[in-house]
């Protein structure tokens, strides 16, 4: 059976819904460019992560990133829209706050920096003002997932696409991934080709770049996926791959292609278990994971998966304790020395905003 063939068929049949999306697109993007539709913009600096298709092109490892590099000399916060939890309205994590009231990601950017404000709000407006409010010692925000958001006008726009899915090649939605213009990159300041090979030659490099066809304002660079050691999730102790030959993975993320293959080159036989994107785990699906776990015959196994779903595991604790439940974490890798750039364009932009001093 010719997979290919079927969803370039599928895709044809869906491309008039797809004409109809763009128009919806389109009519929402003429109303914030005309001033029909007001944009805001803040006095602190705000740093927007995001794409313009659906699916995962990295933006959370993105977002650990900046961080990691931002939470060495600023005071940072994190405003995500806070995808399929169970609550609503502006909400700051804190003690007792769970996946389910904020959403596995930005539980997962609480849980690995204690230092920074991670908030949620649909309005991005009011979640900004609320958390300016809250907590006026913020030197910086970063909008998670915000690009196609344009309430906000934010001082500094980081746009991911995939090496493998470029964005300009896309279809919109549904016949393809995106959900917004394909003409409003300009907006970006960076754009980052994500997922790309870890030896991507030069000449490859120019390629992609001359697909793009970048504007004179902005800046092109290259990540690839670099997975770290897994961690048990519950008692946080490191675990090297060569342990296991074989594992059941776990995983309710938009595109794990990647991790597949990664882990496909370090153990002899994977089991998958996938489910869709930010799935909430029912007890009977934790029975049945178990349940595929010890059919494994072999002593050297174990159970992987991602950071994200790990978020939504924590809760059934008591019911893992008897399995090894390991997080394997990913983070981007700038290819060419892109990091120096990467981090000299950021930095540069909040200095800027304080005028070289800290707020």
């Given at each position: 059976m010719n997979f290919s063939k079927i969803i370039q068929k599928k895709s044809k049949i869906l491309l008039p819904l797809s004409w109809l999306y763009r128009l919806g697109v389109t009519c929402h993007s003429f109303l914030y460019n005309s001033g029909i539709k007001k944009s805001v913009s803040f006095d602190m600096p705000v740093i927007c992560v995001g794409n313009l298709s659906v699916g995962g092109t990295g933006k959370t490892p993105m977002v650990e990133y900046l961080l990691k590099l931002l939470s060495k000399k600023y005071r940072v916060a994190v405003i995500s829209r806070g995808y399929k939890r169970k609550t609503r309205g502006f909400l700051i994590a804190g003690e007792h706050t769970k996946a389910d009231d904020i959403?596995?990601?930005?539980?997962?950017?609480?849980?690995?920096?204690?230092?920074?404000?991670?908030?949620?709000?649909?309005?991005?407006?009011?979640?900004?003002?609320?958390?300016?409010?809250?907590?006026?010692?913020?030197?910086?925000?970063?909008?998670?997932?915000?690009?196609?958001?344009?309430?906000?006008?934010?001082?500094?726009?980081?746009?991911?696409?995939?090496?493998?899915?470029?964005?300009?090649?896309d279809f919109y939605l549904p016949a393809g991934q995106l959900r917004d213009l394909k003409s409003n990159y300009k907006r970006?300041?960076?754009?980052?080709?994500?997922?790309?090979?870890?030896?991507?030659?030069?000449?490859?490099?120019?390629?992609?770049?001359?697909?793009?066809?970048?504007?004179?304002?902005?800046?092109?660079?290259?990540?690839?996926?670099?997975?770290?050691?897994?961690?048990?999730?519950?008692?946080?102790?490191?675990?090297?791959?060569?342990?296991?030959?074989?594992?059941?993975?776990?995983?309710?993320?938009?595109n794990p292609s990647p991790l597949i293959q990664y882990l496909d080159q370090k153990v002899k036989r994977i089991h998958l278990q996938k489910y869709s994107d930010h799935h909430h785990f029912s007890k009977e699906e934790i029975n049945l994971i178990k349940e595929k776990y010890f059919t494994i015959n072999n002593d050297k196994k174990t159970i992987i998966t991602t950071e994200k779903d790990a978020m939504r595991l924590f809760e059934f604790e008591k019911d893992l304790l008897d399995v090894p439940v390991l997080a394997i974490p990913v983070a981007h890798h700038f290819l060419f020395e892109g990091e120096t750039i990467f981090e000299k364009h950021i930095i540069q932009y909040i200095e800027n905003k304080y005028n070289g001093k800290k707020k």
């Open positions: 959403g596995d990601e930005p539980m997962q950017f609480y849980k690995k920096f204690s230092d920074a404000k991670i908030a949620v709000g649909e309005n991005r407006v009011q979640a900004i003002n609320e958390l300016i409010k809250n907590a006026p010692q913020i030197d910086a925000i970063v909008l998670d997932d915000a690009f196609q958001h344009r309430a906000v006008q934010a001082g500094f726009n980081l746009l991911l696409t995939e090496y493998d899915n470029l964005f300009v090649n970006a300041d960076i754009i980052i080709i994500t997922k790309s090979p870890a030896n991507l030659s030069s000449e490859n490099k120019n390629k992609i770049i001359d697909q793009v066809k970048p504007f004179s304002h902005q800046i092109v660079l290259f990540t690839s996926f670099k997975y770290e050691e897994p961690y048990n999730i519950f008692t946080k102790s490191i675990f090297s791959l060569e342990l296991f030959n074989e594992i059941l993975l776990v995983t309710g993320i938009a």
